[in-house]
């Protein structure tokens, strides 16, 4: 009789480096990550889980709950809750790419544009 082991490594999704310089929109860039396939809205949205994340509410509850910090980007609940290195989230994640725009747009003021 033969035993076989199997190993595997998981490789976590490294992000593809963003120029933090470039300009990040928050309708175009930061706004679908929340909306798209209702990755964050099926619980964050009017009458759910603060902060609303649906497309009319998202920025004006973003700001209203606190959860960007201009001083220390890093440390934003808007960043690292779902950040994908944390287990501190128990639905959705960030991908790699997503976080590091998230904290492009905090790091450039969290700009309503």
């Known amino acids: 009789i033969a035993v076989f082991s199997c190993t595997y490594d998981f490789i ?3 992000a593809t480096p963003i120029n933090p310089g470039a300009p ?3 309708s175009q860039q930061i706004l679908p990550i929340f909306n798209n396939n209702n990755n964050c809205t099926s619980c964050h949205k009017p ?3 603060k902060p609303d994340y649906t497309i009319a509410n998202a920025y004006n509850s973003i700001l209203n709950n606190n959860v960007v910090n201009l001083a ?3 440390s ?3 960043y690292k809750v779902p ?3 944390t287990n501190t989230h128990t639905w959705k ?3 790699a790419n997503q976080a590091q725009l ?4 905090i790091q450039q003021g969290a700009q309503n544009n």
């Open 93 to 95: 994640k960030y991908t």
């Open 72 to 74: 220390v980007p890093a």
């Open 12 to 14: 976590k999704e490294a």
């Open 76 to 78: 934003s609940p808007f």
């Open 102 to 105: 998230v904290l492009i747009w």
């Open 24 to 26: 990040v929109s928050f």
């Open 83 to 85: 950040n994908p290195t």
């Open 47 to 49: 009458g759910g889980q």
